[in-house]
């Protein structure tokens, strides 16, 4: 078997050496902020699909459950849980975006996949997008965590290098992938609130589709996105102001915000990523209120 054989073509575009932008749903998306930024650019993009990765080898399906859908209200058909592939040229040269659930299975089949592709358009760079959980609040700016092995590229776009070791997701596979090959590549991570990580963050997603376009050097598509922060942020404040504790601890992590200690100041890299990526979506500080604000979001889905 080639290294592309999962790979089902649906076009074939000629692209100049594209940056390869991707996000993957489930443990590398918090609030799931990555996974909607790469499906706004590719809507707001009005990008042309590429390719899709054949699930069967990668997937749990008692994990990741195909759909039922329901065509001219009669006929049934089965969605699948499928990697898309997307291509469109930007103001900053060409640009390839990936986005599905994070596979189960066969990482390193599953990675020599998406490189392979990167591969054939003789990519320039591979970015991927993630958001994990951290001690921030809601009503400031997100934080923006870049990294990068390549020398050059911490330098040409003000990225830090990864000191993080511990468990990893499919992203820290396709960079090891990326690195094999010889591709340079970037990780942008958006830092969102713990305790309302079961609300969609459409301002992270904001966050990482301007710093992702920044280093593609394209315009980014940010109506659709910026017309939802302010019913993000009226939800999430109908969740602290009715718990006192919570309304306390927000209220210090606005402090410490607006004085200038940043989450690198908190807590190291391995923090950041054990916060999310560990058993627990609890942060070290915060005690109980994960359990509390969990309540009160099933209340309000009840209701």
């Known amino acids: 078997m080639s290294s592309i054989d999962h790979v089902r073509w649906l076009s074939k575009p000629q692209l100049k050496n594209p940056t390869f932008i991707a996000a993957f749903t489930g443990w590398n998306d ?11 650019l590719v809507e707001g993009w009005g ?50 975006l990936a986005l599905g659930p994070e596979p189960s299975l066969k990482w390193k089949l599953f990675s020599r996949q998406i490189i392979s592709v990167a591969e054939q358009f003789n990519a320039s760079m591979f970015l991927t997008l993630g958001s994990l959980l951290a001690d921030v609040p809601h009503s400031r700016p ?38 094999d090959s010889s591709i340079p590549s970037a990780s942008l991570w958006a830092a969102v609130p713990a305790y309302a990580s079961q609300v969609p963050s459409p301002k992270a997603s904001l966050a990482l589709m301007r710093r992702a376009c920044e280093i593609v050097g394209t315009p980014a598509p940010l109506a659709t996105v910026m017309n939802l922060i302010e019913r993000y942020e009226e939800q999430v404040d109908s969740i602290v102001r009715d718990d006192d504790d919570l309304v306390a601890y927000v209220e210090r992590l606005e402090t410490m915000t607006d004085s200038g200690i940043s989450i690198d100041d908190e807590v190291d890299d391995n ?33």
């Open 30 to 40: 918090a609030a799931d902020a990555a996974s909607n930024a790469v499906n706004n």
């Open 142 to 179: 997100v934080h923006i965590i870049g990294t990068a092995s390549d020398t050059d590229l911490i330098e040409r776009f003000d990225l830090k290098r990864s000191r993080y070791e511990g468990p990893t997701g499919i992203v820290g596979i396709l960079h090891d992938t990326c690195d």
């Open 271 to 303: 923090q950041l990523q054990f916060d999310f990526a560990g058993d627990s979506d609890e942060p070290a500080d915060s005690g109980n209120l994960m359990d509390e604000v969990e309540q009160f979001l099933r209340e309000q889905n009840d209701n």
């Open 47 to 96: 990008a042309t699909p590429l390719a899709t990765i054949d699930p069967e080898p990668f997937t749990d399906y008692s994990k990741d459950r195909p759909h039922v859908r329901l065509k001219d209200g009669t006929k049934r058909r089965i969605v699948w849980p499928t990697v898309g592939l997307w291509h469109v040229n930007g103001a900053g040269g060409d640009i390839i």
